[in-house]
Nanobody, 122 residues
């Protein structure tokens, strides 16, 4: 299971750090990712990180502003969000995939957390 937290209300230009805690023994064998879903829109990819943490990949819309990281001993993955914009407002979900390579494809993630709401005011 995955439990996301850290969402909240922040002004444009501010920062938030989302956390996702995993339970079970498979965390280190899964690639992890963050997705988000804005009101009235489809869920979209934000960032992903490989099992080892060596490889990362970001959506163009967040590249240079967001940073994904993980700690396999703590079974946690984080999303550091800086220079936030109102268009970043969404429910953010962490997800896990057992596939061999990192991916931005939502269908390749089979374990999902419950989501945490991020609201960025202008």
């Amino acid at each position: 299971q995955l439990q996301a937290s850290g969402g909240g209300l922040v002004q444009a230009g501010g920062s938030l750090r989302l956390s996702c805690a995993a339970s079970g023994r498979t965390f280190s064998r899964n690639n992890m990712a963050w997705f988000r879903q804005a009101p009235g829109k489809e869920r979209e990819f934000v960032a992903t990180i490989s099992r080892s943490g060596v490889s990362t990949y970001y959506a163009d819309s967040v590249k240079g502003r967001f940073t994904i990281s993980r700690d396999n001993d703590k079974k946690k993955v984080w999303l550091q969000m800086d220079s936030l914009k109102p268009e970043d407002t969404a429910v953010y979900y962490c997800a896990a995939s057992s596939r061999m390579t990192i991916s931005s494809v939502i269908a390749e993630y089979n374990i999902w957390g419950q989501g945490t709401l991020v609201t960025v005011s202008s």
